[in-house]
């Protein structure tokens, strides 16, 4: 697949020294939005702030998304509302208001280039327009402004939308960047290509900390949060409840003929459009495709069907980049930010947004900051029903192919003999060939080929790795075992 069209912009890297022996307030793992929001807000509040990354800012999914700031979530707040209640949708809806203005806010104070447009979910059928109204009946209950449309003016097929006006959608490099420059001036150390291997808690009351190791080196701090997507080195309850899910987007020149708006449909294969401004001309950007990190035979038609989209509706498209993202899906259907069970406090994970984390980052970053600061978080994502949850598991985990039931017992497996170790061979960018063992070294899953991002991937918790083993995201911290070196 081609280069990210968003990398048509750079950011300066940032320049900063592992701090070495230092005790610092707070270190964040993972220079995304979800990151780098939180040392803001945490700088801003006088605390010394240092942000590890393990490759560049906004390697992830942050730089990789199709930059929607939208409380208008597909039908996410009536579905929320069905397993939950209407007071948890509530709340959701109030904490990406809360994101939406955030990103108001700061796109101003910092310049940043922005475009308010309307939020648009359609459908196509019939059974599409019966679940419509019912994400239109809970945005009137919440008492948002949505709009219902009979039909809609696009050259796609659309049979009716609901339409939230006043959402807002950004270039996701050139706001990273501005981050950078934000939190460096509030002192912020952001360490590129410093990724964290283990985090251990230390000490009793007032002297508490948690010992940072890297492959760069040691450090303390009072409270470490994990702003990693899913969060990194846990082996417990809250990777186990994320469903990892890579999905695929495309930009094309094209001669026009879209309606302003940021669109996304009700049924699946699930297409999301938008355009974005560029100099006097505008660029189209088609996404879906959606699947389960690590399941997918045949990734590469993922791209192709885009491709096919694109240039059915939108006659003379061409297709100038295409790539996929990785997103996580919790159960709870909510994203998470707060201690992960097992840092005795201090040891803080943000993240599960469903693949609307620009919205979520802000609301996330707030909560995390207020409670590291004792303070009562301004907003809350809502409390998840347990029934509801139940629910959702059913349909997260139901369908999973059997291969994730072939390779269960291996995740117990501490040191699987060598002749009954899986092993992969496949060809890198360079033409290197590799062979590399195939079970995750996070839990011991088996992996998966990608053939549209030449990656071994990981079924069970999205860990990612390059042809040559060398790991590229995920909760795992090493590399896979080369076997073609001596």
């Known amino acids: 697949m081609g280069t990210l069209f968003w990398r048509r912009t750079t950011i300066d890297p940032p320049v900063a020294e592992f701090p070495e022996g230092e005790h610092v307030d707070l270190v964040v793992v993972g220079a995304g939005f979800t990151g780098l929001i939180t040392a803001l807000m945490a700088a801003a509040r006088g605390s010394s702030v240092v942000v590890l990354e393990a490759h560049t800012v906004g390697a992830g999914a942050s730089g990789a998304t199709t930059a929607k700031v939208s409380v208008l979530q597909g039908t996410r707040l009536s579905t929320i509302r069905s397993h939950h209640g209407l007071d948890t949708a509530r709340a959701y809806a109030e904490a990406n208001q809360y994101g939406l203005d955030w990103w108001a806010e700061f796109s101003e104070t910092h310049d940043l280039d922005v475009q308010r447009r309307r939020a648009v979910t359609y459908a196509r059928s019939a059974k599409g327009t019966k679940t419509l109204r019912s994400e239109k009946r809970t945005l009137d209950a919440l008492g948002l402004p949505a709009r219902w449309h009979d039909r809609l003016d696009v050259p796609f097929p659309a049979s009716a939308a609901v339409e939230l006006p006043e959402q807002m959608q950004i270039d996701p490099v050139e706001a990273l960047a501005a981050l950078v420059r934000a939190t460096t001036a509030l002192g912020v150390r952001i360490v590129e290509h410093s990724r964290v291997t283990g985090l251990k808690p230390r000490g009793e009351g007032a002297d508490q900390r948690v010992e940072v190791r890297s492959d760069g080196g040691t450090c303390t701090a009072r409270d470490v949060v994990l702003a990693t997507a899913s969060p990194a080195l846990d082996r417990g309850p809250t990777v186990a409840s994320m469903e990892p899910e890579r999905s695929y987007l495309c930009a094309f020149e094209f001669p026009g003929g879209l309606e302003e708006g940021m669109y996304g449909s009700v049924e699946s294969p699930v297409?999301?459009?938008?355009?974005?401004?560029?100099?006097?001309?505008?660029?189209?950007?088609?996404?879906?495709?959606?699947?389960?990190?690590?399941?997918?035979?045949?990734?590469?038609?993922?791209?192709?069907?885009?491709?096919?989209?694109?240039?059915?509706?939108?006659?003379?498209?061409?297709?100038?980049?295409?790539?996929?993202?990785?997103?996580?899906?919790?159960?709870?259907?909510?994203?998470?930010?707060?201690?992960?069970?097992?840092?005795?406090?201090?040891?803080?994970?943000?993240?599960?947004?469903?693949?609307?984390?620009?919205?979520?980052?802000?609301?996330?970053?707030?909560?995390?900051?207020?409670?590291?600061?004792?303070?009562?978080?301004?907003?809350?994502?809502?409390?998840?029903?347990?029934?509801?949850?139940?629910?959702?598991?059913?349909?997260?985990?139901?369908?999973?192919?059997?291969?994730?039931?072939?390779?269960?017992?291996?995740?117990?497996?501490?040191?699987?003999?060598?002749?009954?170790?899986?092993?992969?061979?496949?060809?890198?960018?360079?033409?290197?060939?590799?062979?590399?063992?195939?079970?995750?070294?996070?839990?011991g899953a088996a992996l998966s080929w990608n053939e549209a991002e030449r990656s071994w991937d990981c079924p069970w918790h999205g860990s990612r790795f390059s042809a040559c083993g060398e790991l590229i995201e995920g909760p795992a911290t090493r590399d896979l075992k080369r076997y073609d070196e001596n």
Not at 273 to 290: A, C, H, K, S, Y
Not at 359 to 375: E, F, N, Q, S, Y
Request: proline content about 8%.
């Open 271 to 443: 297409r999301s459009l938008r355009t974005v401004p560029v100099g006097d001309r505008e660029v189209l950007l088609v996404g879906g495709n959606g699947h389960r990190t690590g399941t997918a035979a045949g990734t590469g038609s993922k791209i192709e069907s885009l491709r096919e989209y694109a240039q059915k509706y939108f006659p003379g498209a061409e297709m100038t980049h295409g790539w996929s993202a990785q997103d996580f899906h919790p159960v709870t259907l909510v994203p998470k930010s707060g201690p992960l069970p097992w840092g005795r406090g201090r040891v803080h994970f943000a993240g599960g947004y469903s693949k609307w984390g620009l919205t979520g980052a802000p609301a996330a970053a707030g909560i995390m900051v207020d409670r590291l600061a004792d303070r009562q978080p301004r907003v809350s994502f809502g409390k998840p029903s347990v029934t509801g949850m139940l629910r959702t598991a059913v349909s997260l985990y139901g369908d999973l192919p059997a291969q994730l039931v072939a390779t269960a017992a291996q995740a117990t497996v501490r040191k699987p003999r060598p002749s009954v170790r899986p092993v992969g061979e496949a060809t890198d960018d360079d033409g290197q060939t590799c062979r590399v063992g195939l079970l995750c070294p996070h839990m």
